[in-house]
C-alpha cells in the first residue's frame, strides 16, 4: 500500500480535495508533483520538434514527436497483425490435422511452429529476459563474493585491483571474447537457449558485476565495531553471524549497488544485442539502421525512448523492492 | 566467599606507527562472587581496556585473566557485556534482541517455550515489557539501555561488566535506572564490573571502588571498601556522613593526587604560541 503510494504523491491531496480539507494547500501540492514535470515534458517536446526539423539525414528529417508517435502506433499494429497471423496459422493446422485424422486415424498429428519474424513487442520481452537472467546470475555471485571479500582485509586487499581492473571495461571489449568462448563450450544440436542469448547475458553479467560486488564489500566492511562486539560475546557462528548482523546492516548499501548494476546491465544489453545480434531492442535498432527505410529513424527514436522508459521502471522497481527489504523505514530511498 | 575473578599482573603494549604504546601495567584485582565493583578514572586511563580485556576482545601482552579457574582467551557470554551506547541491533524489536542471546546461549538447554519465559522474564526485571516489540529507534535512550542490560542478564552471565552504562543518559534516567539495577542486583546478586565517570553513581552501586591512575601505563590506585548497608537509598545516604567520607576519598582521589595537570599546561602552551603569533 505505502509503496503505491509514495509512487504517486499526488493521490493523497486529490482525495483530501475530494473531502473538502485544505483545498488550495491540497492544489499547490498536486500542481507541484504533477503540474512542474508535465510542464518540463512539455517543453523538451517542443524544443524537440523544432531541432527535428532542422536536421536533414540522407533518410530524410530527423524524427520529430509525431513521427516516433506515428511509429510507435505502427509496430503496436504490427505486432497484433502478427499475432493474428499466427493465429491464423494454427487454426488451419489443427484444421488440416483433424481432416488427416479423419481419414487415417493411424496418422500421428504434428504441430509445426509459426516461424514469422518477432514483432517489436517479442523483441522487448527479449531483452528484458536476457537482461534480467544476466542480473540475477552477476547478483547470485556478487553478493556473497562481497560478503566474503568485505569480512576479511586480506582477501578485499587481494582483490581490489582486479576488480578494480575489470570495472570499467566496455562491453563491446569482452563481446569477442565471450563469443568465441561461448561458441567453443556450448555446443548442441538443439540448443535449448539460442548461442547470441547466452552470450548476451554473459557480456550484461561480466560488466553489471562490479558495483553490486564492490558495495556489498564496502557495506560489510562498515559494520560498527558495536554491534561485530555483541556478536563476538554471543559467539555467534560465522553462517549466524552474516545472517543476523553481516546482511541486514548491509542491505542499504547492497541495494545502492543492484541498482547500479540494474542500470548499467540494461545499458550493456543494447550494445551486446546489436553485436551477438540477439533478437532483443538492440538488434531491433540495428536492423533499421541497416534497412535505411524512411521509417527507420523515427522506428529507431521509439527504441530509444522504450529503452528509456523501461530503465526508468526497472529502477522504480528496485526501489520498491528496496523499501520492502529494508528494516529502516524511516530512511529516505530515492 | 570465594574469588570468582581474578586478574593478576595484568599490562598491555599497543602497537602503533609510532612505536609501541603501553597503555596499563601491573594490574591486580581479586573480585569475589557477587561483588559489585566499580572502575573509576580519567578518561584515557585504561578503564575500557580493563573491561575489554575481561571481556576478551583485547588480549593482554602480560599476565591475565582466570574466570571460575579458566583462564580468558576469547569472548564469551559468560562475560556479558553491557555497551555504553546500548549496541541494540536496530533492525530487531526489543525482544528479538534478547531472544538472539537467549537461541544462542540455551541452545539445546531450554525448550521454545522456556525461551520465551525466560526472554519476558529479563524484559520485565528491567520494566519493559509495555514496549518489548518496539524497534530500538522508537523507544527512549533509557529504554534502548535498559534493553541492553536485560540482554546481558538474559545470558545469566558468570560476571556481568558494564562499561559506562548511563554514561549518554540525563541525569534523572541515570538514577531512575540506577534504582532499577540496584533492585535487580538484590535479587540476582551478579557478580559485577562497572567502569563510571560519575563518583555518586559509584559510591552508591559498589561494594568497592578501584580507582586507576593516569596513563600511559595506568594501574590500579586505589581501592575503596563502601561499606554501607543495603538497600541504599539515595536520598537518605545524601545526608550520611559515611557516605559522603566515601564520595571525598573518591574526589579527593581523582582531583587532588591524580589530577590531570598535563592538558592545563598543555593548553597553556598553546595559548602562549597563539599569543606570541599575534604580536
Sequence with gaps: MNIALSNMPWLEPLVKIAKGENVSG?????????????AGILVFLMVWHAAASNIHTSLGNFPGPSEVYEQSKNLVSAHFAERAKAEEFYARQEERNAARLAQDPTYEAKIREYTGKPTYIDQIETSLIT???????????????????????TLNAAFNPVIQIFKPVSPLAWLPLVTMVVSALYQTDDPAVPKSFITSMITVMLCCLWPTLLNTAVGVASISQDLKNVSMVLRLNWI?????????SSVPMIFT???????????????AEMLAQNPGLGKFV????????????????????????????????????????????????? | ???????????????????????????????????????????????STVLNIVAGLLQATEGGVVLNGKEVREPGPERAVVFQNHSLLPWLTAYENVELAVKTV????????????WIEHNLELVHMTHAMHKRPDEISGGMKQRVGIARALAMEPDVLLMDEPFGALDALTRAHLQDSLMEIQKELNNTVIMITHDVDEAVLLSDRIVMMTNGPAATVGEILEIDLERPRNRIQLADDPRYNHYRHAVLSFLYEKQRKVEDFSKAKEAKAEADSKVA
Design chain 1, 257 to 271: 549497488g543492484l541498482r547500479l548494476s540494474l542500470g548499467i546491465a540494461w545499458m550493456v544489453l543494447i550494445a
Design chain 1, 26 to 38: 491540497n492544489i499547490q501540492i498536486i500542481v507541484k508533483s504533477v503540474g512542474v514535470p508535465l
Design chain 1, 286 to 334: 540495428w536492423d533499421e539502421f541497416q534497412n535505411g527505410s524512411s521509417n527507420s529513424l523515427g522506428r529507431i527514436m521509439v527504441a530509444v525512448l522504450t529503452i528509456g522508459l523501461i530503465g526508468f521502471a526497472l529502477d522504480r522497481i528496485m526501489l520498491s523492492i528496496q523499501k520492502v527489504v529494508s528494516w529502516d523505514k524511516k530512511a529516505t530511498v530515492r
Design chain 1, 131 to 153: 537482461v534480467l537472467s544476466g542480473f540475477i546470475l552477476a547478483s547470485a555471485l556478487a553478493i556473497p563474493l562481497g560478503i566474503v571479500i568485505g569480512l576479511s582485509s
Design chain 2, 106 to 117: 540455551f541452545k539445546g538447554k531450554k525448550t521454545k517455550a522456556e525461551m520465551k519465559e
Design chain 1, 240 to 248: 549466524t553471524h552474516v545472517i543476523k548482523i553481516v546482511l541486514p
Design chain 2, 1 to 47: 566467599m570465594s574469588v570468582i575473578l581474578d586478574i593478576t599482573g595484568c599490562g598491555i603494549e599497543f602497537q602503533t606507527p609510532k612505536g609501541s604504546f603501553r597503555a596499563l601495567r601491573d594490574v591486580n584485582l581479586k573480585i569475589k562472587k557477587g561483588e559489585y565493583i566499580s572502575l573509576i578514572g580519567h578518561s584515557g586511563c585504561g578503564k
